[in-house]
């Protein structure tokens, strides 16, 4: 097995891509041993299956597909949405939202109405170009409080990037929350909108390019004008100077240690006090008052 070109290149239908016992995906097809492209995209090539990422096209959906829908009609008992596609999305009472909805007793307006926005998942697709939706399911819900903007779905994969590298890089930098809806749209709430909005465009417009992160790192750093803030360690507080501690309350001066003399006066006068005490008559009895 040969490729003919390298990986995340340009081709044109018609393009010869490789050449032997290939899996392949969309955008491609095979004359005998030989591999061709049938869009305009980049070569996305993974050990041996090959497909072609289209660089322009409507979204085509498919089951377990994440995508925003706008609430656009409101019947008897379903919504029905725009999901940028030729196939019109519906999202039926049954699947609206974990709880049970009660038709007798409540308005579908009330929950969803026109001009809302949700994110939803594609359930089914069927022969006549409708996609069935859900609602009920983890991480599913109406969105509010942002701007909703729309790029072409063939460049979902480059906004979202390798193991999500990209977005996390927009989410870290810009400050916003973004989710991606794989119809190419895109919801956006936040205090940097606008930055956020300036980096997908960009992304959608080199799309095809090399070095796609580094540049879009690049752009975002020079219009916030710094690099991200790194978490600053707190400086080391400078030694304390020696002094002396300060009590909460002033304690009063020791008294000066009274002299010997001193101490045999007033043993003498309190002595008498002292019941069965007599007044001293011998140094020895006054040098032990002085121990004690």
């Given at each position: 097995?040969?490729?003919?070109?390298?990986?995340?290149?340009?081709?044109?239908?018609?393009?010869?891509?490789?050449?032997?016992?290939?899996?392949?995906?969309e955008?491609?097809?095979?004359?005998?041993?030989?591999?061709?492209s049938?869009?305009?995209?980049?070569?996305?090539?993974?050990?041996?299956?090959?497909?072609?990422?289209?660089?322009?096209?409507?979204?085509?959906?498919?089951?377990?597909?994440?995508?925003?829908?706008?609430?656009?009609?409101?019947?008897?008992?379903?919504?029905?949405?725009?999901?940028?596609?030729?196939?019109?999305?519906?999202?039926?009472v049954?699947?609206?939202?974990?709880?049970y909805?009660?038709?007798?007793s409540?308005?579908?307006s009330?929950?969803?109405?026109?001009?809302?926005?949700?994110?939803?998942?594609?359930?089914?697709?069927?022969?006549?170009?409708?996609?069935?939706?859900?609602?009920?399911?983890?991480?599913?819900?109406?969105?509010?409080?942002?701007?909703?903007?729309?790029?072409?779905?063939?460049?979902?994969?480059?906004?979202?990037?390798?193991?999500?590298?990209?977005?996390?890089?927009?989410?870290?930098?810009?400050g916003?929350?973004?989710?991606?809806?794989q119809?190419?749209?895109?919801?956006i709430?936040?205090?940097?909108?606008n930055?956020?909005?300036?980096?997908?465009?960009?992304?959608?417009?080199?799309?095809?390019?090399?070095?796609?992160?580094?540049?879009?790192?690049?752009?975002?750093?020079?219009?916030?004008?710094?690099?991200?803030?790194?978490?600053v360690?707190?400086?080391?507080?400078?030694?304390?100077?020696?002094?002396?501690?300060?009590?909460?309350?002033?304690?009063?001066?020791?008294?000066?240690?009274?002299?010997?003399?001193?101490?045999?006066?007033?043993?003498?006068?309190?002595?008498?006090?002292?019941?069965?005490?007599?007044?001293?008559?011998?140094?020895?009895?006054?040098?032990?008052?002085?121990?004690?």
């Amino acid at each position: 097995m040969t490729l003919k070109i390298e990986n995340r290149q340009l081709v044109i239908p018609g393009d010869q891509i490789a050449e032997g016992d290939y899996l392949l995906g969309e955008g491609t097809y095979r004359e005998e041993n030989r591999v061709y492209s049938t869009v305009l995209g980049l070569l996305d090539a993974k050990e041996s299956f090959l497909k072609v990422i289209p660089l322009k096209g409507k979204y085509i959906p498919k089951p377990r597909d994440l995508v925003i829908g706008v609430i656009t009609d409101i019947a008897f008992s379903m919504w029905n949405l725009n999901i940028n596609s030729h196939y019109s999305g519906v999202l039926s009472v049954a699947n609206g939202c974990e709880r049970y909805i009660d038709l007798n007793s409540e308005k579908l307006s009330d929950i969803y109405a026109i001009g809302d926005v949700v994110l939803a998942k594609v359930d089914n697709v069927s022969e006549s170009l409708v996609a069935g939706l859900t609602m009920k399911d983890r991480g599913l819900y109406k969105l509010n409080d942002g701007k909703l903007i729309t790029i072409s779905p063939t460049k979902v994969p480059r906004v979202i990037g390798k193991k999500g590298t990209m977005i996390q890089m927009l989410k870290d930098n810009t400050g916003c929350r973004i989710v991606v809806g794989q119809n190419g749209r895109i919801w956006i709430s936040g205090v940097n909108i606008n930055l956020a909005i300036e980096a997908i465009q960009l992304i959608e417009k080199n799309a095809h390019k090399q070095g796609l992160t580094d540049e879009v790192q690049k752009f975002l750093l020079s219009r916030k004008g710094t690099a991200p803030a790194k978490p600053v360690a707190a400086k080391p507080a400078a030694p304390a100077a020696k002094t002396a501690p300060v009590a909460a309350t002033k304690a009063p001066a020791p008294a000066a240690p009274k002299s010997a003399p001193q101490v045999k006066k007033l043993a003498e006068a309190e002595l008498p006090k002292m019941k069965g005490s007599e007044k001293p008559e011998t140094k020895k009895e006054v040098d032990d008052m002085e121990v004690f």
